[in-house]
């Protein structure tokens, strides 16, 4: 079954719009990831937060973690036109095994 | 650096054929998964691999499902008497370590049962 869910799951922005998405998930973490991907296939990692951090920001990204209310949220700010894709978080269960768990997706589209 | 292939990248095969799908990882990753993802939906855990230990199978669907990695490198997902739910894309992913988490996916298999 799966941990996580994503919200919104669609979502429409213009270009240089923030975009920001979120992700709750049921058991407890040692991190969590956030992914994105293309045209419905591989993913490419962009994130990952532990779960004694509250916040990290790479780039344009921004991810903040609250495992009190087991939500984390992903900001894109300044969008762009090639940021269009679907993004997902996934987290790993506490497992140490390193299977991860994927929320349903939020797809992002950046309109020119 | 070369990431993780995979082979092929479509699959079109009858109901009730067997089909096998090949991963190659990236060299030296001790880690590799296998997902499943169905259309418009997130991955679903398959099967994961790291080292020489068993692996852990607790998400195969079915036992019609099988993988192995030989020489702690290449992995092969087999599907035996392919049904129509079995249609959707199938991503490996590897990582360095257990410890880092970070998985590195390749471009999937997209399989079409007919």
């Known amino acids: 079954s799966q941990q996580g869910e994503e919200d919104p799951q669609a979502l429409s922005i213009q270009e240089g719009e923030n975009a920001t998405m979120n992700c709750s998930y049921k058991t407890s973490i040692n991190n969590l990831q956030w992914y994105r991907q293309n045209s419905g296939r591989g993913l490419v990692h962009l994130i990952l937060?532990?779960?004694?951090?509250r916040e990290k920001h790479s780039g344009r990204l921004r991810v903040t973690l609250d495992t009190s209310k087991k939500s984390s949220s992903l900001l894109i700010t300044a969008s762009r036109a090639a940021d269009t894709a679907s993004y997902f978080c996934?987290?790993?269960?506490?497992?140490?095994?390193?299977?991860?768990?994927f929320g349903q997706g939020t797809t992002l589209q950046v309109k020119p | 650096g070369a990431g993780v292939s995979q082979s092929p990248s479509n699959k079109v095969t009858e109901k009730g054929k067997d089909v096998e799908l090949r991963c190659d990882p990236i060299?030296?990753?001790?880690?590799l998964y296998w997902y499943r993802q169905s259309l418009g939906q997130g991955l679903e855990f398959l099967i994961y691999?790291?080292?020489?230990?068993?692996?852990?199978k607790s998400g195969l669907p079915s036992d019609r499902f099988s993988a192995e990695r030989t020489g702690g490198s290449v992995s092969t997902l087999t599907i035996q008497r392919t049904q129509q739910e079995d249609s959707a894309v199938y991503l490996c992913a590897s990582s360095p370590s257990v410890a880092d988490n970070e998985q590195f996916f390749g471009p999937g298999t997209r399989l079409t049962v007919l």
């Open positions: 691999f790291q080292g020489n230990s068993a692996p852990d």
């Open positions: 937060i532990r779960s004694n951090e």
């Open positions: 996934a987290t790993d269960g506490s497992s140490n095994t390193g299977k991860l768990i």
């Open positions: 060299s030296g990753h001790t880690a």
